[in-house]
T-cell receptor, first 114, second 111 residues
Framework: DAGVIQSPRHEVTEMGQEVTLRCKPISGHNSLFWYRQTMMRGLELLIYFNNNVPIDDSGMPEDRFSAKMPNASFSTLKIQPSEPRDSAVYFC????????????FGNGTRLTVT | GNSVTQMEGPVTLSEEAFLTINCTYTATGYPSLFWYVQYPGEGLQLLLKATKADDKGSNKGFEATYRKETTSFHLEKGSVQVSDSAVYFCALSGGTDKLIFGTGTRLQVFP
């Protein structure tokens, strides 16, 4: 089991550029989550999918953020245009999709927007 | 709504000291409770969990007991090691897939 795989590990970009973060969940997991972690706000849930369908996107900060899950083995989080305040570590997590199941996290993407 | 409150850090201890990190929760119904650990540069890892009142979760010498009467799930370890230095997160699940996390508590253990 390779675990949740995120890419890239680090991303440095200039303000205004488009950023795409990628995630491959654990095979067989039905739920996928995107979190953002900063010193100021801690760990924030941005969006989660169940069976590839977005269930709760209330944490997506604004229209510059979008997430897709075209199939069970891949998801993207896109920021367009990026801003310096988007700098954070973005985590993807997956779970079997049964209420109360633990989440399995990837190692995160550290995004720096200059 | 559901929420988790955990003690602010950092918690600084000497090796072999006793550890307690407090966690209390607010939830409707009967949530599942979790402790996660995050080592530097890594994602969160499940440390232990409990799914019903009076359950005790344990792993790697850490323990936490689900106390419904006090709505608490405090993390304890009898003798910490330098390698336990990390950030610890308390979390709850209200029966859906979504986890509500606390703000995290940084533990620093010195030799």
């Amino acid at each position: 089991d390779a675990g949740v795989i995120q890419s890239p590990r680090h991303e440095v970009t200039e303000m205004g550029q488009e950023v795409t973060l990628r995630c491959k969940p654990i095979s067989g997991h039905n739920s996928l989550f995107w979190y953002r972690q900063t010193m100021m706000r801690g760990l924030e849930l941005l969006i989660y999918f169940n069976n590839n369908v977005p269930i709760d996107d209330s944490g997506m900060p604004e229209d510059r953020f979008s997430a897709k899950m075209p199939n069970a083995s891949f998801s993207t989080l896109k920021i367009q245009p990026s801003e310096p305040r988007d700098s954070a570590v973005y985590f993807c997590a997956s779970s079997p999709g049964q209420g109360g199941s633990p989440l399995h996290f990837g190692n995160g993407t550290r995004l720096t927007v200059t | 709504g559901n929420s988790v409150t955990q003690m602010e850090g950092p918690v600084t201890l000497s090796e072999e000291a006793f550890l307690t990190i407090n966690c209390t929760y607010t939830a409707t119904g009967y949530p599942s409770l979790f402790w996660y650990v995050q080592y530097p540069g890594e994602g969160l890892q499940l440390l232990l969990k409990a799914t019903k009142a009076d359950d005790k979760g344990s792993n790697k010498g850490f323990e936490a007991t689900y106390r419904k009467e006090t709505t608490s799930f405090h993390l304890e370890k009898g003798s910490v090691q330098v390698s336990d230095s990390a950030v610890y997160f308390c979390a709850l699940s209200g029966g859906t897939d979504k986890l509500i996390f606390g703000t995290g508590t940084r533990l620093q253990v010195f030799p």
